[in-house]
C-alpha cells in the first residue's frame, strides 16, 4: 500500500512513528497510509530549514519571486492531478477542486509582487541630514498547519508568501488528505526553490507539538477547527512565537422581504451545500425576516435542493461529494438528529441517502432544517456539512443580534435591494468577511482573508497584505552622515 510521507530537505522520506489509514471517501475503502512522523523527522524538517535559511534570505526578492511565476506555471501545468489527489482522498468533484486550486494559484501570483511589497518606508531629511526608512526583514523557520478541507488552498495561502518575503517554511497538512500538498511542494522544488527551503512533514500532534515548541520555528500559521486554533495560539504564544490562528465558523445570510428571493435561493444552494458544506465559508444559516419571506424561501428552497445530485467525483455531473470520514458523516447526521429532538422541523433529509454503487461512501444528502432557534446545539456548534438551518426572526436587528451573539464571526452576507440596509449591516455586524448579495464573500488574494471572534486568535489575517507583515519583522533605521568639518555640540534633551 502506498505510504504518504515527508518532503525534507527536498528528499522524500517514510520516517514513521505510526502510520494512519487514508480513505477514499466516496467508497469508504482505505486507499493509502500517511506516515505519521516522528519528533526527529520534525526536527530534521526544522534544522532543513534553519539551515537554508541564510543564503534563502539573501538571494534578491526578485529571484525568489521568479521562482514563485514559474511555481505558478507548474501549477497550472499539473491541475488535473491536483485536483485527482483532492478528488481520492477529500471527495471534492473536479470543478469545486479546480476552484479551489485557481483560489490557491492566486496567492502565488500575489506572491510574485513580493518585491513591490517588500520595499519598505523611507523619509529623507527627518533630522539635519539624518535619513529613517522602515525595511521587512524575514522571521527564520516558520511554520504551517492545515486543515482537510482546502488541501492545495489554504496551504498555499500561506508559504509561498512565507518563502518569498525570504523565510523557511515546514508545512504540517492534514493527515485525512496530505498527498495534494505533499505534490505541489515537489513542484516548488521543480520550479527552481532551494532544498530545504520547503518541507512537508505530516503526523498528527506530535508533529504539531514539536512546531509550537521548538525555539528555532519564528512564527506559526494555522487554519483548523476552533478549540485547536485556541490551543496553537495559546501554546505557540507561550513559546514566544508569533501566531494567527484561524478557527471554526457558523455564517448566517439573511433574507430580507425585499430580497431578491432567486438570486438568494441559487447563492445559498451553493454555499451551503457546495463542498457538501465543508467550507469555513460555508452559509449554514438561513436568517429570514418575517414568516413571509421564511415561507417563500423554503418553498423555493426545496425546488432548488430537489434536483441536487450526490456522488463520487468521478461522476463530473455531481454537484457534490461526500463528507470526509465515516465520524464525521456520524458527528453530521448526529446534529440533524439533535435539530429534529428540539423541535426544528425537517423540510429535507439527507440522513438516509444511498448513493449506487458507493453504498459505503461516507455521503450525507442535502438537509434542509426549518424552525430553528439560538438555543439549539445545531445552531450553536459548527456542523460542517449538507446542512442549511433556517431561523425565522421579526426585524433585521434581530437577525444582526443574533449573528453578533454568535460565538463566531468568520463571514455573513445580506440579501436585499435596500442599500441603507446593507450599509448600516457592513458597519455594524461582528464579522470579519462581509457579503451584500454575495453567498461566498471569501476577500480575493489581494485582500486578506480572516474572521473575528472565536473565527481567528491573532492579529493579522490570512494571506493578501497582512500575510506581508505577518511574516516579516520590520526594522527602522535611521542614519546621518554629516558633511565634513559640522560637528554637533552635545545635547541632553530627547532629539526632535
Ligand atoms: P482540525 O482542527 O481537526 O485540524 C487542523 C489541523 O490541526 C490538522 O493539521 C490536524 O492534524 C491538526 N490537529 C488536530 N488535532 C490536533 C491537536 N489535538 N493538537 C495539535 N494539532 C492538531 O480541523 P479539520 O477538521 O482538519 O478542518 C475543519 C475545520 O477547519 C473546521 O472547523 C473549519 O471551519 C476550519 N477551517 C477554518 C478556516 C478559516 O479560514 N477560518 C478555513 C478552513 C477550515
Given at each position: 500500500m502506498t505510504i504518504v510521507g515527508h518532503l525534507i530537505n527536498g528528499i522524500r522520506r517514510t520516517d514513521a512513528e505510526r502510520t494512519q489509514d487514508i480513505y477514499n471517501p466516496a467508497t469508504g475503502e482505505v486507499s493509502k497510509q500517511v506516515a505519521i512522523a516522528p519528533v526527529a523527522a520534525v526536527e530534521d524538517a526544522i534544522s532543513a530549514a534553519q539551515a537554508a535559511y541564510p543564503a534563502w534570505r539573501a538571494t534578491p526578492p526578485a529571484k525568489r519571486a521568479r521562482i514563485m511565476f514559474r511555481f505558478k506555471e507548474l501549477l497550472e501545468k499539473n491541475a488535473d492531478t491536483i485536483c485527482e489527489l483532492i478528488g481520492e482522498e477529500h471527495g471534492k468533484i473536479p470543478h469545486d477542486a479546480a476552484g479551489e486550486l485557481q483560489r490557491g494559484i492566486e496567492n502565488v501570483e500575489y506572491a510574485c509582487y513580493a518585491p513591490e511589497l517588500l520595499k519598505g518606508e523611507h523619509s529623507r531629511d527627518?533630522?539635519?541630514?539624518i535619513d529613517s526608512w522602515s525595511e521587512f526583514q524575514a522571521l527564520g523557520v516558520v511554520a504551517g498547519i492545515t486543515p482537510f478541507n482546502f488541501p492545495a488552498m489554504v496551504p498555499l495561502w500561506m508559504y509561498p508568501m512565507a518563502i518569498v518575503c525570504g523565510n523557511c517554511f515546514v508545512l504540517k497538512p492534514s493527515?485525512?488528505?496530505?498527498s495534494a500538498a505533499l505534490y505541489i511542494a515537489e513542484l516548488l522544488a521543480e520550479a527552481g526553490l532551494p532544498a530545504g527551503v520547503m518541507n512537508v512533514v505530516n503526523g498528527d500532534k506530535v508533529a504539531v507539538d514539536t512546531l509550537l515548541s521548538d525555539a528555532r520555528v519564528q512564527a506559526v500559521s494555522f487554519v483548523g477547527s476552533t478549540p485547536i486554533a485556541q490551543y496553537i495560539y495559546a501554546t505557540a504564544t507561550a513559546n514566544g512565537k508569533r501566531c494567527q490562528a484561524l478557527g471554526g465558523a457558523k455564517n448566517h445570510a439573511i433574507i430580507m422581504p425585499d430580497a431578491d428571493l432567486d438570486n438568494a435561493v441559487n447563492a445559498l444552494t451553493g454555499a451551503a451545500f457546495g463542498s457538501s458544506g465543508e467550507r469555513c465559508m460555508a452559509l449554514s444559516v438561513a436568517v429570514c425576516v418575517g414568516s413571509e419571506t421564511q415561507a417563500a424561501f423554503i418553498t423555493r428552497m426545496k425546488q432548488a435542493m430537489a434536483p441536487l445530485r450526490v456522488g463520487a467525483c468521478s461522476d463530473r455531473k455531481n454537484d457534490f461529494g461526500p463528507v470526509i470520514t465515516r465520524e464525521h458523516q456520524e458527528k453530521v447526521v448526529g446534529f440533524i438528529d439533535s435539530a429534529e429532538a428540539d423541535g426544528a422541523t425537517i423540510e429535507v433529509d439527507g440522513r438516509h441517502l444511498r448513493v449506487a454503487g458507493h453504498e459505503n461512501g461516507f455521503f450525507v444528502g442535502a438537509t434542509l432544517i426549518n424552525?430553528?432557534?439560538?438555543?439549539m446545539d445545531s445552531y450553536r456548534q459548527?456542523?460542517?456539512?449538507?446542512v442549511l438551518q433556517v431561523i425565522c426572526v421579526e426585524s433585521m436587528r434581530a437577525a444582526m443580534d443574533l449573528i453578533n451573539d454568535h460565538e463566531y464571526g468568520n463571514g455573513t452576507c445580506i440579501f436585499t435591494r435596500d442599500g441603507e440596509a446593507a450599509r448600516y449591516f457592513t458597519d455594524n455586524i461582528l464579522v470579519g468577511m462581509v457579503g451584500i448579495n454575495v453567498p461566498l464573500p471569501v476577500p480575493v488574494s489581494y485582500h486578506s482573508f480572516g474572521g473575528w471572534k472565536h473565527s481567528l486568535f491573532g492579529d493579522l489575517h490570512a494571506y493578501g497584505p497582512d500575510a506581508v507583515r505577518f511574516y516579516t519583522r520590520r526594522k527602522t533605521i535611521t542614519q546621518r552622515w554629516p558633511s565634513a568639518g559640522v560637528r554637533e555640540g552635545v545635547e541632553f534633551a530627547f532629539p526632535s
Open positions: 527627518v533630522g539635519p541630514a493527515e485525512r488528505d496530505p424552525n430553528v432557534t439560538a438555543g459548527e456542523i460542517f456539512g449538507p
